[in-house]
């Protein structure tokens, strides 16, 4: 490729590391989710030899400004410099890093299909991830507080406080996943879940991101509340986040 072609195919970037997969003897896949781009899909070469100087800032969860070639089926990675070392936080504590495993496999999926959402979700991902890192809240919040903006971010906004199909104030002690939120007593469908007071206050708080009255919150709430993101996750992606399964709870 000539220098002048080589240039118009270059670009850069910021962008958070949602996995990596090897590739080759030495090299690796690395996806990525950009601001302006989306997720990106990009070779990284040489990065498995312990001589690369882009090996350790090319890992899951790691903030990194790239210059990136495009190419016709995967692009290429040419340098990375390390924005924010999040990664090095997560790999530290379990429950925070099976969160953030979660949280980039359900903004992958969002951002895939939503592209006039990409520099909010992006926003969205950052500031969870970074959460996560500095500690503080209990990682499974975290996590569904995430979900759940998320998912209100690419138009699916679930409602705690107002009955969803006529608009009631709550508080309502009924929730249908189907139509996004709580019901009242006269609009309850059958079929419709009946979590506790406490877990719809949880829900609503996690989504205003209340973070005193999260912190404050029994672990019954967070179960029932998680058990509820996680289903009303699936329905709107239509298919599950294998990830979940590994979220380690406290």
């Known amino acids: 490729m000539s220098r002048t072609g080589f240039a118009a195919k270059s670009y850069r970037t910021r962008g958070i590391i949602l996995r990596t997969q090897k590739l080759g003897e030495a090299d690796r896949i690395i996806t990525l989710l950009s601001p302006e781009r989306g997720v990106i899909r990009a070779a990284a070469k040489g990065v498995r030899r312990t001589s690369s100087k882009m090996g350790a800032t090319l890992e899951p969860f790691m903030e990194v400004d790239a210059q990136i070639v495009e190419g016709k089926s995967l692009h290429t990675i040419i340098q990375a410099q390390l924005r924010n070392p999040y990664g090095q936080a997560l790999v530290a504590d379990y429950a925070a890093y099976t969160a953030a495993h979660a949280m980039v496999e359900t903004a992958e999926r969002l951002t895939d299909s939503e592209a006039e959402s990409i520099a909010p979700q992006y926003r969205l991902l950052h500031g969870a991830i970074a959460a996560l890192a500095r500690g503080g809240h209990e990682p499974g919040t975290v996590l569904d507080s995430y979900l759940l903006r998320a998912l209100a971010t690419a138009g699916w906004a ?9 608009g009631a104030v709550g508080p309502h002690q009924a929730i249908n996943i189907p139509l996004g939120g709580v019901v009242c007593h006269d609009c309850r469908p059958a079929g419709s879940l009946s979590p506790s007071p406490q877990t719809v206050e949880l829900l609503a708080a996690l989504l205003a991101g209340d973070w005193e009255t999260v912190d404050a919150s029994e672990i019954a709430s967070r179960t029932q509340a998680a058990n509820i993101v996680g289903s ?14 590994l979220v380690e709870r406290r």
């Open 158 to 166: 679930p409602s705690f406080t107002h009955c969803v199909r006529c």
């Open 232 to 245: 009303y996750l699936q329905w709107h992606l239509e298919r599950l986040v294998k990830s979940l399964k």
